[in-house]
C-alpha cells in the first residue's frame, strides 16, 4: 500500500531533566536501565547528553537526557510526546509497585487498555490488533510521565537487558510505545500512515489522559512498535519532565532518504542528514509541530567504546575532544551507580 520502506519502530526518545545526578541515579538504579553513553548535547557542548538503554544499546531501547538544569518545570500538554511507555515482561507490575514503594517512586493505579470494549479499526486485517495490556502509570524525579507495559516477550527478543539492579525476569526491554497529544489528531495520523505505521485500534481514553479517543498505530516491531495519538487542548511547554523529541528508526541510508522523501511529499520540511556520531539523523516538526526525528541503526554506541566498557567516561566527539578540558570544567561532575555502589550509598 505504501511505497516508503516501513520503520521497525521508534529508535530512542529524548528528554528535558533538571539535576545530573538525581537523572541518572533514577533512571540506572531505579529503573535498571543502562548509562550507554556519557557525552555532551553536540549544539550545547555546556550541557550533558546521557543515554540509558538495554546492555547493548540496541536501537528501540535508548531513553535519553538533556540535563538543563538553567531550565524550569515544563508542562506536558499539546504539541508533545505526552508519555514515554516501557515493555516489561508479563506478570511482572507486582515487582515495579513494590520497587516504587522502596525507592519512592510516585506511580498511579494500574490502568487496562485495548481490554474486551476495545474496538478494532475496521480496516485492520493484518493480525495485529491491539490485545489487552496492562500500564503502570509513574514519573520520574523531574516528572516526566512513563508508563511500564506488561508484554509477552519472545525467546528471540532483540533486546538483551542489563541486570545489574533490575533482575532479568523483571528488566525493562525496549520501548512499547509513545503517546502524541495533538490539538487536531488527522493531519498527525495521516503523516504516521505515510510513515508506513498501520492504524490498529481505538478505544475511549482512560487515566489520567486527555477523555477522548486513543488511537493506535503500528509500526512492524517489535520493539518502539506502538504509536498513541489522543487529542487535546491541553496547553504545553518545554522544560523539566517534558519530552524533547522522538526518533524513529530508518535502519539503512537509503530508509532514511526513502523516509526523507516520504515525509517531504507531505508538505513537511526535513532537515539534511546530520552525524550524530552513534547514528545519522534527520528532523522535522510534524503537523502539531512535536519533533521528529529518523535515526539510522548504526555506526551503534560500541563504535567508539568497547560493549563493556559503555558509559564509563564522557565521550566528545569530533572536534569536540580539542575541547575537552575546557568543557569538562563547565559540567556538573557525576557519579554513576554500581552495584557495589548504589546511589544511595554514595
Ligand atoms: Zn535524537
Not at 226 to 250: K, M, N, W
Not at 252 to 263: I, L
Request: charged share 25%; aromatic share 10%.
Amino acid at each position: 500500500m505504501t511505497e516508503t520502506p516501513p520503520t521497525p519502530g521508534i529508535h530512542h526518545v529524548t528528554c528535558i531533566a533538571g539535576d545530573p545526578q538525581q537523572n541518572i541515579d533514577f533512571w540506572v538504579e531505579t529503573l535498571g536501565l543502562r548509562l550507554v553513553k556519557r557525552s555532551i548535547n553536540q549544539d550545547d557542548p555546556g550541557t550533558y547528553h546521557f543515554f540509558y538503554a538495554d546492555s547493548e544499546g540496541n536501537p528501540g531501547t535508548g531513553m535519553t537526557f538533556f540535563p538543563w538544569e538553567s531550565m524550569s518545570a515544563g508542562k506536558v500538554g499539546s504539541g508533545q510526546v505526552s508519555r514515554t511507555a516501557f515493555r516489561v515482561p508479563e506478570g511482572s507490575l507486582d515487582f515495579w509497585e513494590n520497587r516504587f514503594d522502596e525507592y519512592g517512586v510516585d506511580y498511579d493505579d494500574r490502568v487496562e487498555r485495548f481490554g474486551s470494549e476495545a474496538r478494532s479499526a475496521s480496516d485492520s486485517a493484518s493480525g495485529d490488533e491491539p490485545r489487552a495490556e496492562t500500564v503502570l502509570p509513574f514519573r520520574d524525579p523531574d516528572g516526566l510521565p512513563v508508563e511500564l507495559v506488561e508484554t509477552d516477550i519472545p525467546e528471540d527478543d532483540p533486546t538483551d537487558p542489563w541486570a545489574e539492579f533490575v533482575p532479568e525476569e523483571y528488566a525493562i526491554r525496549g520501548f512499547h510505545s509513545v503517546t502524541l497529544w495533538v490539538a487536531d489528531p488527522l493531519p498527525t495520523q495521516e503523516l504516521l500512515e505515510t510513515m508506513g505505521l498501520e492504524k490498529v485500534g481505538t478505544e475511549q481514553a482512560q487515566g489520567d489522559t486527555p477523555g477522548d479517543e486513543r488511537t493506535r498505530f503500528a509500526a512492524e516491531g517489535p520493539v518502539g512498535k506502538y504509536v498513541d495519538v489522543l487529542p487535546t487542548i491541553e496547553g504545553s511547554r518545554q522544560g523539566h519532565g517534558t519530552v524533547h523529541h522522538v526518533a524513529f528508526q530508518t535502519p539503512t541510508d537509503e530508509d532514511q532518504e526513502a523516509m526523507r522523501t516520504a515525509v517531504r511529499k507531505e508538505g513537511l520540511n526535513p532537515s539534511a542528514q546530520i552525524d550524530r556520531h552513534w547514528f545519522r539523523s534527520v528532523y522535522f516538526r510534524e503537523h502539531a509541530g512535536i519533533l521528529f526525528e529518523l535515526a539510522t541503526s548504526g555506526p551503534g554506541y560500541d563504535s567508539d567504546e568497547s560493549l563493556e566498557d559503555l558509559g564509563g567516561r564522557l565521550v566528545l566527539p569530533g572536534e569536540f575532544e580539542d575541547r575537552r578540558d575546557e568543557i569538562e570544567a563547565n559540567l556538573t561532575p557525576v557519579e554513576i551507580p554500581t552495584a557495589e555502589s548504589p546511589a544511595a550509598e554514595q
